[in-house]
């Protein structure tokens, strides 16, 4: 039976993994279980050498022990702040569940291998648009981007669509991960699993 998260409940310290990496993949099986359309949107946020923000969804792709993985064009907005400032946040909004989780930390690119690995598994339109979209850029009008996806789909007619050199993966490699739980009166429960300067993870608890 699926849990009715609309009956906002708890989280205590008692409740959480002994990890962020079995946390985290323990509410994201919730999360798919809910039927949630994209469980793995998420929110990044990045910064400009000036300090200003910028934030955007995005698609996990994969997670684990090191952190938290998406793929984009080096040369979009993203990209170029992130080379930069090589930081960024993660938000979860799992809002009908009552459940976020946030993710700070550094961003490093996954190896070109990773990248390869996973450029085959996206559809073959999506591999298509990666050669067609100058990400981020300023173009004429609609028909400058349909022109140029034309003109991919001609240059790999009947062949496998490699990734760009431009295109590829981030890391988020996670300095704090918390995990909020909805509760009543605003009062949610918020547990942060931080790394400390030891390279050990303690657990917080944050006032709501």
């Known amino acids: 039976m699926r849990r009715d998260y609309t009956e906002r409940g708890a989280l205590l310290e008692t409740d959480l993994a002994a990890d962020w990496r079995t946390q985290f993949e323990a ?44 793929f984009t064009n080096y040369h979009s907005r993203k990209g170029g702040e992130l080379a930069a400032n090589p930081y960024a946040s993660l938000v979860f909004p799992w809002f009908p569940m009552q459940r976020q989780v946030l993710v700070t930390g550094a961003v490093e690119r996954v190896s070109r291998a990773e990248t390869e690995a996973y450029f085959p598994l996206r559809p073959r339109g999506s591999q ?41 993966g981030f890391r988020v490699v996670p300095e704090t991960v918390e995990f909020w739980q909805g509760r009543s009166s605003r009062l949610h429960d918020r547990l942060r699993f931080r790394r400390t300067e030891k390279e050990l993870w303690v657990v917080e608890r944050l006032a709501p």
Do not use: C
């Open 27 to 70: 509410w994201f099986t919730d999360a798919a279980g809910f039927g949630l359309a994209e469980p793995n949107a998420m929110i990044v946020s990045t910064a400009t050498p000036e300090g200003r923000p910028s934030a955007r969804t995005v698609l996990l792709k994969e997670y684990d022990e090191r952190g938290f993985v998406f």
């Open 128 to 168: 298509l648009g990666a050669w067609a979209s100058p990400q981020s850029s300023v173009v004429p009008d609609r028909a400058a981007v349909d022109d140029a996806y034309a003109a991919a789909e001609q240059r790999f007619a009947g062949e496998p669509v490699p990734p760009p050199e431009h295109w590829g």
